[in-house]
């Protein structure tokens, strides 16, 4: 099983990006998410024994109870980079408490064999991904007509184990297992 932890968006910040995506899918021949699978991944575990889903679940369902905190949805941003792009993202903006859920999945995963992550921690919803260079002028001049880059704010109450299934048409992702904040 190919496994991560992420938080749900709310309705009204999908809505906005399923308008956004569809304003920009035009201009520019990219691997558009679709707007269901949109999600804040906290940890990527990569592939996981289905005989040890149980122990994992137990792990996650440990981890220090919180407070609920507001994400915010505002910006757009390319990694690497706008030059050499391979993602198009929508920027979160969240209270250290994102990060530090994040820290914690992954200190808590690591002590059951899950490698630790290489990259420090950067929130954010992936809009869409580039396998191979595409003109990207006309998705530039779309990006620069934008009257916002504001999506809205939600708040975050809980945290999903969720499975990615690869298919043809994308991933498919599930939702196995859910974690909230308060206990």
Known sequence: ??????????????QNLEGLIGRLRPTARLRW??????????????????ERLGELKAVLADLP??????????GLGWFPNSRVPRVFWAAVKAPEALAGLASETDEALERIGVPREEKPFSPHLTLARIKEPVPLG???EALSRLDTLDFGRFTADRFLLYSSELQRSGSVYNALAEFPFER
Request: aromatic letters at 8%; charged letters at 20%.
């Open 1 to 14: 099983m190919r496994l991560f932890t992420a938080i749900d968006i709310s309705a009204a910040v999908r």
């Open 33 to 50: 998410s679709p707007p269901g699978n949109l999600h804040i991944t906290t940890k990527f575990i990569g592939d996981w024994p289905e």
């Open 65 to 74: 109870a919180r407070e609920p905190f507001e994400i915010a949805v505002n």
């Open 138 to 140: 006309s998705l530039h």
